[in-house]
């Protein structure tokens, strides 16, 4: 592994599929009596979140706290970034206290990069701006994996909000690195000018998208990151773009429903469709822990050579 | 490549230690088997299948990867992270007399990392050792219930087992 995990843009294939393969091997310890190894004694892990989040955060502490590291979470709204201190000053900060790895989520992309260059400790990126979330996307392709063991086989359809989401990004990066087909839907609105160079078909018909589709991946409309008015309304947006319970219907048998979370429950997926026996949207969360334990433990090693 | 133990040569040896099971622990009541990743798991259930034909009883098994355990983990600069596999103990240790089994003792390390792999698990009544070569050299006070072979070796040599469930042929050979 290289020094941080900035994005799945930096990972090759192989070393996407030890994490992949390391975090197989980690599950076994959530379903022990004690769900402890001591593997990060001594290391001292820094959550550092400048956005709300409630999955990856817990998801991530539960990690650290699996492997016996000791951490420290930053919310910024009780730091000193509410006194005006800056991104960088704030990470110089805390590396004074020499923390070994920093987690860091923060809204601008690139932000994770910035940390990388000025900083010794570890950086993890948990997700920064419009750019990349690269654990979410390997705990996706690992839930994919327990259901399909093939990735390159599979067509995974995409669709939602496509203009501001990191977990698209990442995916699209992942899933086609490891050779699967991937289709992206969303309002004209949403799309992502030139996604198709990423190597994905990209088409305003949902159900184009889904038809055949092995793996269905809904995403969040982010209503937080919309200035101005992308969506007429949130139940036309549901009737064209959602995932409803006629369209789960006409998937194909063994289809399976996956979404980041949190979700909008009647806006990008009906609420029995999320609830529904094609859904492994908790068991996304539940991976989650896993993929973190292997992606921390790998980037604790030594630097590999040629990096 | 000098072979100190070929194919009908280990099967006999196991074949004994699986008599001195018997006889240390009067039958098998209670008794379970864990292999240590990688060589001590095929290792554990040969020997479960000996004791099976000896005793018409199934004597439960299980694989214990101690790679979260190692004390020279994170001490290099340089290189990869060993490895993880999975742990896979499908059965409670609690009050079991445990044989835990591994292809080489040398160090004492590795099985320091394993007491303290299993004993998360729970409570066994007991814990004995079973190692198929004992090679010397040892730095922790760790010593073996059950020896195969004793190898009196040199550090600067090496001790290869090879199993044909992982390398395709039964064979002990020092290099080096």
């Known amino acids: ?307 | 490549m000098p072979v100190v133990m070929d194919a009908d040569r280990m099967k006999r040896t196991l074949a004994r230690i699986a008599h001195e099971i018997l006889e240390r622990n009067r039958g098998i009541e209670d008794l379970a088997l864990v292999g240590i990743r990688a060589r001590g798991v095929p290792l554990a259930r040969r020997l479960a299948a000996i004791l099976r034909d000896i005793n018409r009883q199934e004597v439960p098994t299980g694989a214990l990867d101690i790679t979260l355990y190692r004390d020279d983990l994170m001490r290099h600069a340089v290189g990869a992270q060993p490895v993880v596999r999975s742990t896979e103990i499908p059965f409670s240790i609690d009050d079991k007399r445990i044989l835990l089994v591994d292809d080489v003792l040398y160090t004492g390390r590795t099985i320091r990392a394993a007491l303290d792999a299993l004993l998360e698990f729970g409570r066994p009544r007991s814990i004995q050792l079973i190692v198929l070569v004992d090679r010397g050299h040892r730095e922790l006070p760790i010593k073996a219930d059950y020896v195969g072979k004793n190898l009196p070796t040199s550090s600067s040599e090496s001790v290869q087992v090879h199993l044909t469930e992982i390398d395709g042929r039964d064979e002990v050979e020092i290099q080096g």
Not at chain 1, 153 to 160: E, Q, R, T, Y
Not at chain 1, 265 to 281: F, H, K, L, M, Q
């Open chain 1, 1 to 307: 592994m290289k020094k941080d995990l900035l994005g799945i843009a930096d990972l090759s294939p192989d070393e996407i599929y030890r994490i992949l393969e390391t975090a197989e091997a980690m599950r076994e310890i959530g379903e022990r009596p004690i769900k402890k190894v001591p593997t990060l004694r001594g290391k001292t892990v820094v959550n550092l979140f400048y956005e709300p989040s409630t999955r990856t955060r817990t998801s991530f502490e539960i990690a650290e706290k699996r492997l016996s590291a000791d951490t420290l979470n930053i919310a910024v709204a009780t730091s000193s970034v509410l006194k005006g201190e800056t991104l960088a000053d704030t990470a110089l900060n805390i590396e004074a206290m020499a923390p070994d790895m920093i987690v860091l989520r923060h809204a601008s992309s690139g932000a994770c990069h910035l940390l990388s260059r000025i900083c010794r400790s570890r950086i993890i990126n948990a997700g920064d701006g419009m750019h990349e979330h690269p654990t979410q996307a390997l705990l996706d392709a690992f839930t994919i994996r327990q259901h399909h063991p093939r990735i390159d086989n599979l067509k995974v359809a995409i669709v939602g909000d496509l203009l501001h989401s990191r977990v698209l990004r990442s995916n699209v990066l992942l899933l086609t690195k490891l050779g699967a087909e991937v289709w992206v839907s969303g309002p004209p609105t949403l799309m992502l000018p030139g996604i198709e160079r990423l190597g994905v078909h990209a088409t305003a018909s949902v159900d184009e998208a889904v038809t055949d589709a092995d793996v269905i991946m809904m995403l969040r409309i982010q209503q937080e990151r919309m200035q101005g008015a992308f969506v007429p309304s949130l139940r036309e947006y549901f009737n064209v773009f959602g995932m409803t319970a006629e369209r789960v219907r006409r998937a194909k048998p063994g289809v399976i429903i996956m979404h980041p979370g949190p979700i909008n429950r009647g806006v990008e997926i009906a609420s029995d469709v999320a609830d529904g026996p094609y859904s492994v949207i908790l068991e996304q969360v539940a991976n989650g822990v896993a993929v973190r334990m292997a992606v921390l433990y790998l980037l604790a090693g030594g630097v590999e050579e040629g990096d």
